[in-house]
């Protein structure tokens, strides 16, 4: 490029921000770090508030960060249970209302043999949930659509 030469613009849409949160029951952290970096590395400013997050804490924190979205993961089995109460929560907060919030993961103890949480967690208020064995794939492509995505969701029947 010769010097004074304007720079090619870019055609990147800025990053969004992101709060990833566990539900209040679990403590598990790894998930919460592959999800922190899988969204940095995709270009988006993340606050992630670790395990055990009583609702409350999640509400402040939303009120204090101001994300895009909100990502809301489970391993141990109790998202559907704890994510209905925390969004239902969240939901109640005028505030809050229109907030995009997501969960993921291990969201029932039974396993494979279990119906799909999709379209309870959908009634309670999540904007897309995406199951245990769906991978990432489908929460990258999410992630990546406009800034207030299309509801997809994964395992819902």
Known sequence: MEPGAAAPATQERPGRRVLVSSVSSDSHTWNLVFLQLLLEEMGHEVTNIGSCVPD??????????????????????????????????????PDLRDLPVVIGGKLGVRGADADSYGPELLAAGFDAVFEDGAGIAEFRRYVDTSARPELLTSGAR
């Open 56 to 93: 409350e804490l999640l509400i402040e924190e939303c009120r204090r960060v101001r994300p895009d979205l909100v990502v809301i993961s489970s391993v141990n089995g109790h998202g559907a249970l704890d994510g209905s109460r925390a969004v239902r929560r969240l939901r109640a907060q």
